[in-house]
């Protein structure tokens, strides 16, 4: 059984953020225990933290871009 602390870590974002759709569905439906639902809790936090790893990553690697692209234009511009 992998660890539900890091099995996250492989998803994707696309992956991530269709499971923790799932999690909040699931939890607003009702219907589970409180030991279910403090489980889907903890999940959906580690699901919204890797979503937002990703898009983190993704802004920092526009940035990147952004600035790589600057420099490349020089003092004034094009």
């Known amino acids: 059984m992998t660890d539900p602390a890091t099995d996250t ?7 991530a953020r269709e ?7 699931r939890l607003e439906t ?11 809790w ?4 580690r699901l919204a933290t ?5 898009l ?5 690697r526009l ?3 952004l600035h790589a692209d600057d420099t490349e234009e ?3 511009g094009s």
């Not at 983190?56 to 920092?60: I, L, N, S, V």
């Open 30 to 40: 009702g219907g589970t225990t409180l030991e279910e639902s403090l489980a889907l």
């Open 74 to 76: 020089g003092p004034g």
């Open 63 to 65: 940035d990147a871009v």
């Open 9 to 15: 870590d492989e998803l994707s974002y696309e992956a």
């Open 19 to 25: 499971e923790l759709v799932e999690v909040v569905r």
């Open 50 to 54: 890797r979503c937002q790893d990703w």
């Open 42 to 45: 903890e999940r959906g936090e």
């Open 56 to 60: 983190d990553g993704a802004r920092t």
